[in-house]
């Protein structure tokens, strides 16, 4: 009998929502945890929501909810699907992978669980990738080959206006040796091979900082690649469109967009001003 395949991915990973209708994909909620009350990561709390509050209280994030993770394991197999392909965010930033790992080895449904080293759309466009192999029909065996030389193939950049977050998340990874010089320089940021934060470049001011981090994606450029590029934003929307914009220019017909929001739970470690691109050569 051929294996349905579902993906599972997780509310880090920034796939946008409509990817959910047309393939099979299904989102892992992590938790923004306020004084009073914990939400599940686009499900109960939007990302303006947790935006607008941080200068009241700035929350914390967690992993999934266990029923949570079981409930959509129960919903998959509920839709016959026969396999489950996670592919998550890094596990240098999140002990997410490894709390679905470990559910996966008690499992009885098939679960193949990947760590993408990534984050937001750079971890979600190996998702997406996935997503559309398995509706083209891959067997599991090609699949994870795909998925292994996608993991390697995808980069995400971004800038910030602020790296209080960071800090106050304790996520700052190896841009911390970035920190005491002058206020407005600004890092542009990635994720190293093993998926924690590292600094890319020290920029002067926000302009600067949003020309380097369009620089850097075309510097990907080549006549003869295709690319899927996702651009996610913080509450930069006419940034984030701008951007697009002049990516469109260089990249042309040769590129795939996807735009999103980042999830509230990113936005608690990023605040307002994000702007991030993730690019996926094809």
């Given at each position: ?24 994909i ?26 607008e ?6 929350p ?6 266990g ?10 197999k ?52 996935a ?57 542009l940021?990635?994720?190293?091979d ?25 510097s ?16 930069a ?46």
């Amino acid at each position: 009998m051929k294996e349905k395949i579902a993906i599972l991915t997780d509310s880090g990973s920034d796939v946008p929502a409509s990817m959910m209708q047309t393939h099979p994909i299904f989102i892992l909620p992590l938790q923004v945890n306020y004084k009073g009350r914990s939400y599940r990561d686009g499900v109960d709390i939007d990302s303006k929501t947790v935006l607008e509050n941080l200068k009241n209280e700035v929350p914390t994030t967690s992993l999934p909810f266990g029923e949570d993770l079981e409930h959509l394991i129960s919903t998959i197999k509920a839709q016959g699907f026969t396999r489950i392909v996670g592919i998550i965010l890094s596990s240098g930033l999140s002990g997410t992978f490894n709390m679905v790992k470990l559910h996966a080895q008690e499992s009885d449904i098939q679960m193949d669980i990947f760590d993408t080293k990534n984050i937001g759309i750079g971890s979600g466009l190996t998702a997406i990738r996935a997503a559309q192999w398995v509706k083209e029909g891959f067997s599991f065996e090609e699949l994870k080959t795909k998925i292994e030389e996608s993991i390697k193939n995808t980069k995400v950049f971004f800038v910030l206006s602020t790296l209080e977050y960071l800090i106050k998340g304790g996520r700052i990874g190896k841009v911390s040796g970035f920190l005491g010089t002058a206020l407005e320089l600004k890092p542009l940021i990635t994720c190293d091979d093993h998926g924690i934060y590292t600094t890319v470049a020290k920029v002067r001011g926000r302009t600067k900082s949003i020309k380097a981090l369009q620089s850097k994606i075309e510097s990907f450029y080549s006549t003869d690649q295709s690319y899927l590029i996702g651009i996610a934003h913080a509450n930069a929307l006419g940034e984030a469109e701008a951007l697009k914009e002049e990516l469109q220019k260089r990249f042309k017909d040769q590129a795939t967009y996807f735009f999103s929001e980042i999830s509230p739970a990113l936005g608690v470690h990023t605040g307002p001003g994000l702007l991030g691109v993730g690019i996926s050569i094809l």
